[in-house]
């Protein structure tokens, strides 16, 4: 039984660790995943809703009058993450813009026009460029903003323009920091430059140092642990793309990532009810070992004490017990045999006395 407890303690002592890691690193991998997967669904389904608005816009615009696009697009940029919504010509000239932003200036130099005009389009955060001066001409800090940008054709499918809408970065921080927040966890957005773009939690360091940064920058997905510049260990995933249905790439990458401290507990559980039912399983052990002896064990060493008295030729009656049925049998059979033994002895006694 001791033996038993012994081996018992040290199967605990050396698997239970292990387990209990192994328990722990699964748990952290499949709630960075799943908290991961759904704010990117989420992050794209929002930037969609924009999308679906601009292309029905896009739509009506070909040959409306000014003063009406310009009322159809200070509707859009009424929204709170809209800074600028406009259409430009094949010339690169802005037709007509909301409250007039633009409107005569010239962006032909600009990434999202010349792409606009063959295709959809979606551009990565950058710093303003023309409209700082004018939205925020004594900030200290640049305004940023994200573009999606639509073709506008005519009836002959003859593209007539593009039409625009500049998304406020401060917008899409926020966004973020709060559905991370929700969800126990930091997120980076990665640009098709490598770049991190937009961070809930400050990236202090070397960015590169990380290899979860590293990764999302070639575009390849991972999932592991690792140490990051803040000295604090986390759980890491890298999503290699953000969509969503006609959704043009931003060529974002999403890296996640949850402080490994925050599922100690599960660890700690694990350990804590392992010993518990180690030590419950040693007291049963202990138990068993108890009623072992009591049972059946002092009972038959007093028996076989008596069965040696016997044998020694010495007059013995072995107590009565039913502890067991194995301890009864031989009680009795030694009962016997102490009879036996008297009786021989008292018929010898007898045959001496007639001789004599």
């Not at 001066?133 to 940008?149: N, V």
């Not at 005519?154 to 323009?161: A, K, M, S």
């Not at 590169?208 to 390849?220: F, N, P």
């Not at 039913?322 to 016997?336: C, D, P």
Request: glycine share 10%; aromatic share 8%; charged share 20%.
């Amino acid at each position: 039984m001791f033996a038993g407890v012994i081996a018992l303690t040290a199967a605990i002592l050396v698997v239970l660790p292990d387990f209990a890691k192994t328990t722990q690193t699964q748990a952290l991998e499949r709630a960075v995943k799943t908290r991961s997967a759904s704010l990117a669904l989420e992050l794209g389904r929002r930037l969609h809703a924009e999308w679906e608005e601009l292309g029905v816009l896009a739509d009506q615009i070909a040959d409306i009058e000014p003063e009406l696009g310009r009322a159809f697009l200070e509707g859009v940029a009424g929204s709170k993450n809209v800074s600028w919504a406009g259409f430009a010509g094949t010339d690169g000239i802005v037709r007509f813009a909301a409250n007039g932003l633009l409107e005569g200036e010239s962006v032909a130099q600009r990434p999202w026009f010349a792409a606009g005009l063959n295709g959809n389009y979606a551009g990565d955060v950058h710093e303003a460029k023309l409209l700082q001066s004018i939205l925020a001409p004594d900030a200290t800090d640049p305004l940023r903003f994200i573009d999606l940008a639509h073709p506008v054709t005519d009836e002959n499918g003859q593209v007539r323009g593009v039409l625009a809408v500049h998304i406020d970065a401060g917008w899409l921080q926020s966004y973020l920091a709060e559905a991370a927040a929700t969800r126990g966890m930091d997120v980076f957005l990665v640009g098709p430059e490598g770049q991190v773009s937009v961070s809930t939690a400050p990236l202090d360091g070397d960015a590169l140092s990380v290899s979860a940064i590293r990764s999302a920058g070639a575009g390849a997905a991972m999932i592991g642990e690792e140490e990051w510049p803040d000295g604090t260990t986390y759980m890491s995933v890298v999503l290699p793309e953000i969509a969503y249905q006609d959704l043009p790439s931003f060529g974002w990458r999403m890296v996640a990532r949850i402080d490994v401290s925050d599922y100690a507990f599960t660890r700690h559980t694990i350990m804590t009810h392992g010993v518990a039912l180690g030590l419950a399983a040693a007291g049963i052990f202990a138990i068993a070992c108890f009623v072992f002896t009591t049972v059946f064990l002092q009972p038959m060493i007093r028996l076989t004490d008596t069965a040696d008295r016997i044998s020694r030729g010495e007059t013995a009656y072995p107590e009565e017990t039913r502890s067991t049925a194995e301890a009864a049998k031989l009680a009795a059979s030694l009962a016997r045999l102490s009879d036996g033994a008297r009786t021989r002895a008292d018929d010898t006694t007898g045959s001496d006395l007639g001789r004599t």
